[in-house]
C-alpha cells in the first residue's frame, strides 16, 4: 500500500510508544526544502531556534534516527544538520550518525525506512538523486527493522556529541 497525504501524516499523530527512522541518502531533494538549501548553498545561515509542529512533537514524544553518513558531507548533510538536527535534537528527538567513512557499514543495502511502535515499517523510496517517489506500507515481519534499528543504534554516535567532533 503505498502512503500519502492524511494515512501519512496518521503515522505520527497515532503511534503509541516510537517513531525511528533509518536515513541512508547523502542527499533528499524536498520540494519544502528548496529554496532554504539554495540560500544555504550560497552562504545564508540559519540562525534558529525555531520552533514547528515537529519540534512541538519531539518535545513530547519518543522520536528517533540514525542517518548513515560518510565525510566529506555533502552540502546537503552540511544544510540539514544545521537547519533541521541542531534544533530537533535540542528539542528532544534522539538523532544519531553512523559515520561508515572509516568503518564498513553495519547496514549495506538497507533501505530508507519508518518504524512506529516496532510493529509498523513504512519503506521510503528514493530516486538515485534523493527525490522522494514513494512510501510503502511493510506488510511482512518487522523482526528484521527492529535489527536494523538496534545495529544502527549500537554503531552510532549522538548528534550534538558527532558535531563537536
Given at each position: 500500500?503505498?502512503?500519502?497525504?492524511?494515512?501519512?501524516?496518521?503515522?505520527?499523530?497515532?503511534?503509541?510508544?516510537?517513531?525511528?527512522?533509518?536515513?541512508?541518502?547523502?542527499?533528499?531533494?524536498?520540494?519544502?526544502?528548496?529554496?532554504?538549501?539554495?540560500?544555504?548553498?550560497?552562504?545564508?545561515?540559519?540562525?534558529?531556534?525555531?520552533?514547528?509542529?515537529?519540534?512541538?512533537?519531539?518535545?513530547?514524544?519518543?522520536?528517533?534516527?540514525?542517518?548513515?553518513?560518510?565525510?566529506?558531507?555533502?552540502?546537503?548533510?552540511?544544510?540539514?544538520?544545521?537547519?533541521?538536527?541542531?534544533?530537533?535534537?535540542?528539542?528532544?528527538?534522539?538523532?544519531r550518525i553512523l559515520d561508515v567513512t572509516e568503518q564498513e557499514n553495519p547496514l549495506p543495502g538497507v533501505q530508507d525506512f519508518w518504524m512506529f511502535d516496532q510493529t509498523t515499517i513504512v519503506l521510503m523510496h528514493y530516486e538515485p538523486d534523493g527525490k522522494q517517489i514513494g512510501r510503502e506500507l511493510y506488510d511482512?515481519?518487522?523482526?528484521?527493522?527492529?535489527?536494523?534499528?538496534?545495529?544502527?543504534?549500537?554503531?552510532?554516535?549522538?548528534?550534538?556529541?558527532?558535531?563537536?567532533?
Amino acid at each position: 500500500m503505498l502512503l500519502d497525504g492524511d494515512e501519512w501524516a496518521a503515522k505520527f499523530r497515532t503511534f503509541q510508544q516510537e517513531a525511528w527512522r533509518l536515513e541512508t541518502w547523502p542527499q533528499y531533494l524536498v520540494p519544502q526544502e528548496a529554496d532554504e538549501f539554495a540560500a544555504f548553498r550560497n552562504g545564508a545561515r540559519f540562525p534558529g531556534p525555531y520552533e514547528d509542529a515537529w519540534t512541538r512533537m519531539v518535545s513530547t514524544r519518543n522520536v528517533g534516527r540514525v542517518h548513515i553518513v560518510s565525510r566529506p558531507l555533502t552540502d546537503y548533510l552540511r544544510f540539514e544538520f544545521e537547519r533541521y538536527y541542531q534544533h530537533q535534537a535540542r528539542a528532544g528527538e534522539d538523532i544519531r550518525i553512523l559515520d561508515v567513512t572509516e568503518q564498513e557499514n553495519p547496514l549495506p543495502g538497507v533501505q530508507d525506512f519508518w518504524m512506529f511502535d516496532q510493529t509498523t515499517i513504512v519503506l521510503m523510496h528514493y530516486e538515485p538523486d534523493g527525490k522522494q517517489i514513494g512510501r510503502e506500507l511493510y506488510d511482512g515481519d518487522p523482526a528484521p527493522y527492529i535489527e536494523y534499528q538496534r545495529i544502527a543504534k549500537a554503531a552510532s554516535t549522538p548528534f550534538l556529541e558527532y558535531v563537536k567532533e
